[in-house]
């Protein structure tokens, strides 16, 4: 069964990103960019699902511009066999992102899809749901473990207020939280190995789906600052405002 | 201009969480119907019927209901579609799961997590973990969105709407519910707490953090963090650490008690809610965050709180 | 693996090395490693550059790299008291002092430009690995680097996933880590390489950008000063770059050859930025980043010799900064170039592992020597005479060069290492720096948070105390923990506790300056690169 991970490019975790100051977006402009952090977990899962037998190919896709080649390299790096640049100079929303990925499905006759639950970038986390939708296959979102068992998974999710097991039969879409597993450390031997594989490429275009936008930014703003807070004088002071004010107890 | 919103149900009572999205609904427009789903959650319609605000609460209830599994109620919600141009669902795991199916088989692009709706079509939604808000405009149809329950206030319990049952004609079903762990661990997770307790350097000991920190964590039901601090000196464990380097939190209550408040500490903790900050120091950055600010030994504050809430709990 | 040279560190000089090699001699191997995640992480320069060594490795960079947009139009040197700033009038200023021609820009993006214009040559760049240890052969030569391990635990053992330190086999070399780079430090103590030139002098520099008002922007503008806050004993001044984007790049430097260890260089320079001259420029704007490292001060007669077995030093690593015109990337660039040059001939001869005596020989009589030459004494003068005397003085060697082609007072020796000046806390009162605002003045961890610094939380210490209870009776009982406030990023903190004082490491926030290095008095604390991909995420710097 072969497995498709797709990978986007997202700003890294650790940089700090700044609204621009005409609010036209998020300036990003020689920031560090990395693969999504629940992108490399779906990875590392598909990975280890080929090592323990149960996967037969992992394939990485990424789709973007040609800048998107550095995260399918480290994709490569990781353990990906195979790695696809669906190229496309468009912002893409995640609707026509799933339309791309339920054509590369179909294409590469892959049987399980592993997401990561949402991107840290637009944090929308929709494009697995939407895939699973497109393809009608069953879903198995926030995936905190998966075990393969024949024509079906096993997945138990992070849900509000607790873990769910659920079956669902193959072929199938999972979302990977942030618990599933923790990403192997890519050594030096592996980025000079993934140098050299070849990242196969299309274009997004060419597809035959619909990629026109839906969503209009009008604006990007900074978060508002918080207002100021006050001081009490007691702990049953406290416990009132808690209570009475703000609601919370 | 006639709006769907999808309950959020614990299969036995009505989640806070509806009603808040309710209020998100009620700003797009006033005809609210609200789809109850899953098995025998008659009483959860009759809760749902006394929002203020509803216009019809839509009953389906069925054996394949049963669990909400995303699939089936993506599937129910797209029967009823039909009637509405807005679908909205709180942003929880159900909501989350559910409505991005439904808003690619209605093939429109669905608008995640709204804090804000400043137009029927254009709403406030965050983006990189908070630290930027897009404001965002629909040219679809149909509009879906999840909302954050967290920026709206619920709507008061004062209406009577009718209740209507719809029937759900379900398709083969491809994925099945094996089993649930409510609260598997009897502390909330650290990052989807509703309540988190934090305790800084001021503990100074493994033993003064569990009599404090953790005690007032467990009076709350709450989930225990940790500044950076107590972990570095070993008496909180790594996985408590909240803060730039560890966990990024947004409960609705975050009481942080002897963190001075280095920013390292607060950016993992500033979109909470309300933030209590208790500190022997005045000065202490932190109060510069918190809403409610309570100066004095927290030796003595904190089993005084514990004690006063433990009260009130019981 | 085994190339034909090995460079440590994706920095200008590392990257105009790598640049030249692949232009001289097409078919050679060569491979960049760097410690930053990404490239240009880890560069943090003022800047205005000379062009002049860029323009000749790689013209193209002024029209396509995007960073030649803002030349220098306006040039100002002030000296402050408390609430004025006197001006030097440009007639005084030696030609050697001149900023016409150069332009404002970010070395960081300027190290990104030639990073991909190297890929693009060939040269194989791996930022995210850091060069742990150096390889020798069995004569003792160097061969090639190891990068560290990576997944260890605090403690130092193999987690789940470690992956073990790879070998990088060279027939030569380049060590292009910046100032104090850690196998710098250790190839100049190793091979000797310091004896014979004066001790090495270093500053501590600090960085913020920030977003003004339009109306105080004037793109091209610069201006320096010495003076307030720092007294005439301590050396030091601040830079102030007008560059793109309504963008104001202000820095500091503190030289660290201070003497009072309650001195903090970090609020010297919070405190600079509330004189009436820069608040007016700044408070109504944002602070976008912040950034600090060391730099050399040295100098012409600090230089190391810069050929052992199998290596070379190349950029701020040998120590070729300009201090009067606090630049040094021009210089890194030219000594890239220059040690290219050399070891594409010694290549081409079928050399490996030797020393590159050729090179040492010729960077006094390049361009590079040129510029420090003239320049050498105005450090010595400084340290020894105070700010305002040493400047004088300085600004009249440098004169004499000018007019005369040659110094009046030969070559001035260093006074001392800058881990010996501090006094002992007993003859220094505390200094009372005023509480950050939040808007115009900044704590520490504020600051640091915009560096974007992170380590992953579970690997081993990465800066040493040899020995802890030394650093106790001296650091701590001497010398009152200068470490708290000599360090940029908040990683020394000392915690009184019943049973004595502790040093708190908090090596996640290291910004990897490595002032700590240089100024610790006992030279107790060595700065040691951690996992790859650890540190500062630096965007513009």
Not at chain 3, 431 to 457: C, K, M, Q, W
Request: net charge negative.
């Amino acid at each position: 069964m072969k497995a498709l991970v797709p990978i986007k490019r997202v700003a890294d975790f650790n940089a700090r990103i700044r609204v621009r100051p005409d609010g036209t977006g998020v300036d990003l402009a020689n920031i560090k960019m990395s693969a999504n952090p629940f992108d490399e977990i779906a990875l590392e899962q598909a990975v280890r699902l080929r090592e323990a037998g149960g996967v037969s190919e992992v394939i990485a896709v990424s789709i973007g511009s040609a800048q998107c080649r550095d995260v399918l390299r480290s994709a490569l790096a990781l353990g990906a066999d195979r790695a696809i640049l669906i190229r496309s100079d468009l912002t893409l929303e995640a609707l026509a992102i799933a339309k791309l990925l339920a054509t590369l499905v179909r294409a590469e006759g892959i049987g399980l899809a592993i997401l990561g639950k949402q991107a840290i970038d637009d944090d929308a986390g929709q494009t697995g749901q939407m895939l699973a939708a497109l393809l009608g296959w069953p879903q198995a979102t926030f995936a905190s473990s998966v075990e393969l068992q024949g024509a079906s998974a096993k997945v138990t999710r992070e849900v509000d207020g607790g873990l769910q097991t659920i079956e669902v039969n193959l072929p199938a879409v999972i979302t990977a939280d942030l618990r599933l597993n923790t990403p192997r450390f890519v050594g030096l031997p592996a980025i000079m190995k993934a140098k050299q594989k070849p990242i196969e490429e299309r274009d997004a275009e060419s597809c035959g789906v619909s990629l026109g936008a839906r969503l209009c930014v009008l604006r990007t703003e900074e978060p508002p600052t918080r207002k100021a807070g006050v001081m009490v004088k007691t702990v049953a002071d406290l416990v009132d405002k808690l209570r009475l004010e703000a609601g919370v107890l | 201009m006639a709006i769907l919103l999808l309950a959020e149900h614990d299969g036995s009572v009505l989640l806070d969480q509806t009603a808040r999205a309710l209020a998100a609904a009620l700003e797009i427009g006033s005809d609210v119907d609200i789809l109850v789903a899953g098995k025998d959650i008659g009483a959860v319609a009759e809760t749902a019927a006394g929002l203020a605000g509803v216009r019809t609460v839509l009953k389906a209830d069925a054996d394949d209901l049963d669990h909400q599994l995303p699939e089936a109620i993506a599937a129910l919600v797209l029967q009823l579609a039909e009637g509405y141009d807005t679908i909205a669902a709180p942003a929880t795991s159900l909501g989350k799961s559910a409505m991005p199916r439904v808003a690619a088989l209605l093939d429109v692009m669905q608008i995640s997590d709204v804090i804000a709706v400043l137009a029927p079509d254009t709403f406030k939604r965050p983006i990189y973990a908070g630290n930027a808000i897009q404001i965002v405009q629909s040219s679809d149809a149909r509009r879906v969105l999840t909302v954050r329950t967290s920026a709206f206030a619920p709507v008061a319990a004062t209406g009577a709407a009718a209740i209507e049952t719809v029937a759900f004609a379900p398709a083969e079903a491809r994925s099945r519910f094996i089993e649930e762990q409510r609260g598997k661990s009897a502390r909330p997770e650290l990052g989807a707490a509703r309540i988190v307790v934090s305790g800084g350097r001021a503990l100074g000991s493994a033993e003064n953090f569990q009599t404090r920190v953790v005690a007032l964590a467990d009076v709350l039901g709450a989930a225990v963090g940790a500044s950076r601090a107590p972990v570095d000196e070993g008496y909180a464990p790594n996985d408590w650490q909240v803060g730039q380097t560890g966990k990024i939190v947004a409960p609705e209550l975050y009481i942080a008690v002897g963190i001075s408040g280095a920013i390292q500490h607060v950016a993992g903790m500033k979109d909470a809610k309300t933030i209590v900050a208790i500190n022997s120091d005045a000065n202490a950055p932190i109060f510069q965050y918190a809403d409610y600010g309570l100066v004095g030994d927290l030796f003595e504050l904190v089993p005084q709180l514990t004690a006063a809430l433990a009260q009130t709990r019981s | 693996m085994n190339y034909d040279v090995v460079i440590v560190g994706a920095g200008p000089a590392g990257l105009a090395a790598a640049i030249r090699l692949k232009q001289q001699t097409p078919s050679l191997s060569v491979v960049v490693i760097e410690k930053a995640g990404a490239i240009g992480g880890h560069v943090i320069s003022g800047a205005v550059m000379d062009p002049a060594a860029l323009d000749e490795l790689v013209p193209e960079w002024r029209s396509a790299s995007g960073e030649a947009e803002i030349p220098v139009t306006d040039d100002r040197f002030f000296y402050l008291s408390a609430k004025k700033a006197w001006p030097l009038p440009a007639l005084f200023m030696p030609r050697l002092m001149s900023n016409h021609g150069n332009f404002v820009v970010s070395l960081a993006n300027i190290c990104r430009w030639l990073a991909a214009h190297a890929e693009a040559l060939g040269v194989e760049i791996y930022p995210g690995f850091a060069a742990a240890e150096l390889v020798f052969d069995a004569e003792g030569a160097v061969i090639g680097v190891a990068t560290g391990d990576v997944g260890l635990d605090r403690e130092g053992r193999p987690g789940e996933s470690h992956q073990p330190g790879m070998e990088l086999v060279g027939c030569y070399t380049v060590l292009a880590e910046g100032v104090r780079g850690n196998l710098s430090k250790q190839a100049i103590a190793r091979f000797a390489l310091a004896e014979g030139a004066e001790t090495p002098k270093y500053g501590i520099g600090f960085k913020e950008v920030w977003q003004v008002e339009p109306a105080q922007h004037r793109p091209g503008h610069i201006q320096h000063s010495f003076g307030w806050p720092l007294p005439d004993s301590t050396g030091g001044g601040s830079f102030l770059y007008h560059g793109k984007d309504n963008q104001v790049t202000v820095g500091f430097v503190v030289h660290l050859d201070y003497r009072n260890p309650y001195l903090s260089p970090f609020e010297e320079f919070q405190r600079f930025k509330s004189h009436p001259a820069i608040r007016r420029l700044l408070i109504n704007g944002t602070r976008i980043a912040y950034g600090a490292r060391a730099i050399s001060e040295g100098g012409f007669q600090s230089v190391p010799k810069l050929a052992f077995p199998g290596g070379v030093l190349v950029g701020d690593a040998a120590g070729f900064v300009n201090v009067p015109r606090i630049k040094g990337s021009h210089n890194a660039v030219r000594s890239g170039m220059l040690v290219a040059d050399h070891l594409a001939a010694a290549l081409g001869a079928g050399r490996a592992a030797d020393t590159l005596l050729s090179y040492d020989a010729a960077w006094r009589q390049s361009a590079i020597g040129a510029d420090l030459y003239p320049v050498r004494n105005v450090k010595p003068l400084w340290s020894r005479f105070g700010t305002l005397a040493g400047i004088a003085l300085g600004g009249l060697d440098m004169w004499a060069h000018q007019l005369f082609g040659r110094s009046l007072l030969g070559t001035l020796r260093h006074a001392s290492a800058d881990h010996e000046a501090l006094e002992p806390a007993a003859r220094h009162r505390p200094i009372a720096y005023p509480a950050p605002d939040g808007n115009l003045t900044f704590d520490r961890l504020s600051s640091i948070f915009l560096s974007g610094v992170n380590h992953r939380e579970d690997q081993p210490v990465h800066l040493v105390v040899a020995d802890a209870e030394r650093q106790r009776r001296n650091e701590h009982d001497v010398f009152g923990g200068p470490s708290s406030r000599y360090c940029p990023a908040g990683v020394y903190e000392w915690i009184e506790q019943p049973a004595g004082p502790h040093l708190q490491i908090n090596a996640q926030n290291c910004i990897h300056c490595k002032t700590c290095d240089i100024k610790d008095p006992e030279q107790n604390i060595t700065w040691t690169p951690p996992e790859g991909g650890g540190g500062p995420n630096y965007a513009n710097m």
